[in-house]
């Protein structure tokens, strides 16, 4: 059974989900390319914190690296020909086309996860490269690479001629 | 289309932002899913079956006489989700909700009786 959350630990977990939810739903969806399954694992990081909150030392990192292996977990485990719940994608501008945004998002579904997150990483959230890499625990060679290989994979989806 | 064209065009888009109603599921104690996989299948029963449609809490919480029926059920559904005043508010949005979709239906549909589905 788990421990009954003290008012305490609910509220620093409301603080952080005030603070960090937004854009840890942000970065669950672009790896799960998938906005349902992002509103679990963000649940699933959160209530496990209400649970036994833990001192957090450095709170953003911890999030993140949380619902990082969250997604990750959830992806191993999910089968293959199952079909995302629903958009992941809104517009960030006026005048986007509808169609336009269902075709980056079949292109983004379309790239391995690893290569998903450093487009998040670096397009969303402004990440250096060497930031993600100290994030993602590998070298600032194979961001760069995953980068390049994903624009290359998003060009061609997006363009075949 | 080149590398700059690809990177314009992702950031014409952004991922999509949380629902509202998550910050009350995340801070919510009790199990993750059975209250609102409760709720969804409270909504989707009403929704597609009809106001006579039954098995939910709150269908059962507003058959109950008292004060305000809608208070009742949202205190009902508001407990199932453990109490607080997150689940409170949300639980108010909820039966508001099922309260319009029943009156829709009474308003679209022709009066329930005998064999539905």
Not at chain 1, 45 to 73: G, K
Not at chain 2, 4 to 23: I, K
Not at chain 2, 28 to 35: E, I, T
């Amino acid at each position: 059974m788990p421990d009954r959350p003290t008012e305490d630990g609910r509220a620093l977990v409301g603080r952080l989900y005030d603070t960090y939810g937004a854009s840890l739903y942000r970065y669950a969806t672009l790896l799960l390319a998938d906005a349902a399954a992002a509103e679990d694992a963000v649940h699933q990081v959160f209530t496990a914190m209400l649970r036994r909150t833990p001192r957090l030392d450095q709170e953003a990192h911890y999030l993140r690296r949380a619902v990082r292996n969250e997604c990750y977990s959830m992806l191993r485990r999910r089968r293959a020909d199952m079909p995302p719940a629903r958009a992941f994608l809104e517009p960030a501008e006026a005048n986007v086309n509808h169609d336009e945004r269902l075709a980056l998002e079949r292109a983004l579904r379309s790239l391995p996860v690893e290569q998903r997150e450093v487009v998040h990483l670096h397009v969303y959230e402004g990440f250096t490269f060497q930031a993600i890499a100290d994030a993602t625990d590998t070298s600032i060679n194979t961001v760069a690479s995953r980068y390049r290989y994903a624009l290359e994979h998003l060009r061609h989806a997006l363009d075949p001629s | 289309m080149d590398d700059f064209a690809v990177e314009q065009l992702l950031r014409r888009h952004r991922p999509v932002g949380p629902p509202a109603a998550l910050r009350a599921l995340v801070l919510s104690p009790s199990r993750r899913l059975w209250p609102w996989l409760t709720a969804a299948a409270a909504l989707m029963t009403i929704a597609a079956a009809g106001p006579w449609a039954a098995s939910s809490l709150v269908e059962r919480a507003a058959v109950t006489p008292g004060p305000d029926p809608a208070v009742e059920a949202a205190g009902a559904l508001a407990d199932a989700l453990g109490g607080g005043e997150a689940a409170r508010t949300w639980a108010t949005t909820q039966v508001a909700f099922e309260r319009f979709l029943r009156e829709t239906e009474a308003g679209a549909a022709p009066a329930p009786g005998g064999d539905q589905p």
